[in-house]
């Protein structure tokens, strides 16, 4: 089992930046396949960004890609999302999750344990 928490939500203008940080419990960080989702309010939680276990392959939601990076230090058991030239239209809560499994790690449903979330707001 493993244990979720992120941090480094906040408020930011339009064009500016944050770093998402998720801290994970446990010693099997590296066995798991690392996702970001969000969700904003009154919308269904959506897949932004998501790294294999090796952090070699990555995947992004179209409209991140290109401005969100996601990666992962096994040895520090922490995954992050720099998100760049933030938009209104990114204001979401955002939830770090862990997969065990092989499913497609771009649906929620392929994710077992998740975070309490963190509130990113950009203003315009």
């Known amino acids: 089992q493993v244990q979720l928490a992120e941090s480094g939500g906040g408020l930011v203008q339009a064009g500016g930046s944050l770093r998402l940080s998720c801290a994970a419990s446990?010693?099997?960080?590296?066995?798991?396949?690392m996702g970001w989702f969000r969700q904003a309010p009154g919308k269904e939680r959506e897949f932004v960004a998501a790294?294999?276990?090796?952090?070699?392959?990555?995947y992004y939601a179209d409209s991140v890609k290109g401005r969100f990076t996601i990666s992962r230090e096994n040895a520090k058991n922490m995954a992050t999302l720099q998100m760049n030239s933030l938009k209104p239209e990114d204001t979401a809560v955002y939830y770090c999750a862990a997969s065990s499994g092989t499913r497609n790690p771009v649906t929620t449903g392929a994710y077992d344990y998740w975070g309490q979330g963190t509130q990113v707001t950009v203003s315009s």
């Open positions: 446990g010693r099997t960080f590296s066995t798991y396949v």
């Open positions: 790294i294999i276990r090796s952090g070699r392959t990555t």
